[in-house]
C-alpha cells in the first residue's frame, strides 16, 4: 500500500520554529515532486511548498516564501521536511504531504495525500 505519514506538527507559539517531515512508503515516489499543501478552518487548501524529484528545484507559496525552506534527504529521496521559520497565527492549519508528477500542482492534480498534521501558532 502506497502511503505518505506526517510528523512533526504541534502547538507552539508566534515566532517559533518548527519543522515536519514526511515519509514515503514506496519507492514508487522517488520520481516524484513531494511537498505540502494547508488548509486553516474555512478556507481553501492552498500550497505550501514543493520540491521536485532531484531535490534542486523548488516552489513555495506566496505567504511562506522567506520563512518556509523544504528539503528532499539525498539519502532517502522519499523522505521531505519542511522548515517552518518565524510561524505566525495565520499559519495554523492542518499541513498535508503530498507526492506529485508535476512541480506546481494544483489540489485537483495531486496524486497522493496524506492524512495531514496539525499545526497551531498561538499568538
Known amino acids: 500500500q502506497v502511503r505518505l505519514v506526517e510528523s512533526g506538527g504541534g502547538l507552539v507559539q508566534a515566532g517559533d520554529s518548527l519543522r515536519l517531515s514526511c515519509a514515503a512508503s514506496?519507492?514508487?515516489?522517488?520520481?516524484?515532486?513531494m511537498g505540502w499543501f494547508r488548509q486553516a478552518p474555512g478556507k481553501e487548501r492552498e500550497i505550501v511548498a514543493v520540491?521536485?524529484?532531484?531535490?534542486?528545484?523548488?516552489?513555495y507559496g506566496d505567504s511562506v516564501k522567506g520563512r518556509f525552506a523544504i528539503s528532499r534527504d539525498s539519502a532517502l529521496d522519499m523522505v521531505v521536511y519542511l522548515q517552518m521559520n518565524s510561524l505566525k497565527p495565520e499559519d495554523t492549519a492542518v499541513y498535508y504531504c503530498?507526492?506529485?508528477?508535476?512541480?506546481?500542482?494544483?489540489?485537483?492534480?495531486?496524486?497522493?495525500w496524506g492524512q495531514g498534521t496539525q499545526v497551531t501558532v498561538s499568538s
Open positions: 503530498v507526492a506529485s508528477k508535476i512541480l506546481r500542482p494544483t489540489k485537483e492534480s495531486v496524486d497522493y
Open positions: 514506496a519507492r514508487a515516489f522517488n520520481n516524484y515532486a
Open positions: 520540491v521536485d524529484w532531484s531535490g534542486r528545484s523548488t516552489y
